[in-house]
């Protein structure tokens, strides 16, 4: 198993800068990327970025130029800058840990999930 914890999250202006975090444990051996996912009031949870432990990413192209992922291999944690917020970026956003093949695409296989951290932007 894998443990996600995220914080970060708050209310915000739009144009403002957050920057969430998510803290790993656990069999983080058996993963092989790290992702972050948001879902709105009334809509499905959508991807949002994720990078493998070797560097790679891969954005949503909804927050492509805005948002930035990155990971820090030695503490096990994954970082998302969010900059330019927009209020469509208010969401519950949940960090995810990935495994399995890599024939499904970047935005499938995450089996493991944090419990979610509020994003609220303001207009």
């Known amino acids: 198993q894998v443990q996600l914890v995220e914080s970060g999250g708050g209310l915000v202006q739009a144009g403002d800068s957050l920057r969430l975090s998510c803290a790993a444990s656990?069999?983080?051996?058996?993963?092989?990327?790290m992702g972050w996912f948001r879902q709105a009031p009334g809509k499905e949870r959508e991807f949002v970025a994720a990078q493998t432990w070797g560097g790679s990413t891969h954005y949503a192209d909804s927050v492509k130029g805005r948002f930035t992922i990155s990971m820090d291999n030695v503490k096990n944690t994954v970082h998302l800058q969010m900059n330019s917020l927009k209020p469509e970026d208010t969401a519950i956003y949940y960090c995810a840990a990935r495994s399995g093949s890599w024939s499904v695409g970047w935005e499938n296989n995450f089996p493991y999930w944090g419990q979610g951290t509020q994003v609220t932007v303001s207009s």
């Open positions: 656990g069999r983080i051996f058996s993963t092989n990327a």
